[in-house]
């Protein structure tokens, strides 16, 4: 816990250095002083760059919409939508400094095919439906598997329009992002072990159906 500062900042260096630029931290302050925001800006970002060629082979050449997540909505956000309007997207913005008004809109315009490409923050990773899209793209891997999760099933709807829907992550190689990676591999497995017997051999394991059955019986005897 007392390291997480440094956690969040070589996470931002990941996804784009230029993001320390407009932090507030005094770690990452420090870094701008020394490399400078001119350095920082020469440096540019592999990751963005990787994110617009994925974006022109989905939404202009497949034609589709996207959901695309970050979780550092103040730095790394503003930055990957200056990119993609840039090269002409057209982009609806959520995050949690939003007013409602501002929220609602950007929901609407994406649903109604105004809006290419729906970037948001984790504040969209609950209690928004995006059936119309087929595509999400996790800039940045969460650190909870659960909010994963929760970021698929944005377009991941029993009402999807979509026969199919896609989920990317991206991970920076040899950065902090392939520890955070590894983790979501494991605790997905985790999950798998405690919602069902996948993998499991032993005869007393108590599977997922299985606590159900125990719960139902439960409130029956009582």
Do not use: C
């Not at 440096?43 to 997540?69: H, N, P, Y």
């Not at 956000?77 to 997207?89: D, V």
């Not at 929220?103 to 994406?110: C, H, L, V």
């Amino acid at each position: 816990w007392e390291q997480r500062t440094f956690l969040v900042v070589l996470r931002q260096i990941a996804g784009h250095p230029e993001s320390l630029i407009t932090s507030e931290g005094s770690l990452a302050r420090g870094i701008v002083d020394v490399v400078t925001p001119e350095g920082l800006r020469a440096l540019g970002s592999a990751k963005t760059e990787r994110m617009m060629t994925w974006v022109q082979e989905v939404v202009r050449d497949q034609e589709e919409q996207a959901v695309i997540f970050t979780f550092f909505a103040q730095s790394i956000l503003p930055l990957l939508q200056i990119s993609l309007e840039s090269e002409g997207y057209a982009v609806s913005v959520n995050h949690g400094q939003l007013s409602k008004t501002a929220k609602d809109e950007a929901k609407r315009s994406f649903k109604e095919g105004e809006a290419q490409i729906f970037l948001t923050s984790d504040a969209g990773a609950k209690g928004i439906n995006l059936q119309t899209s087929g595509y999400v793209l996790q800039y940045d891997i969460p650190s909870t598997h659960s909010s994963y999760i929760q970021r698929l099933n944005r377009i991941h709807r029993i009402d999807s329009k979509k026969e199919t829907v896609y989920g990317y992550s991206f991970v920076a190689r040899n950065t902090i992002e392939e520890g955070y990676s590894n983790l979501r591999l494991r605790r997905n497995l985790e999950q798998d072990v405690l919602q069902g017997d996948f993998g499991i051999e032993d005869e007393e394991f108590i599977s997922a159906e299985d606590r159900k059955l125990l719960l139902k019986i439960g409130r029956q005897n009582t």
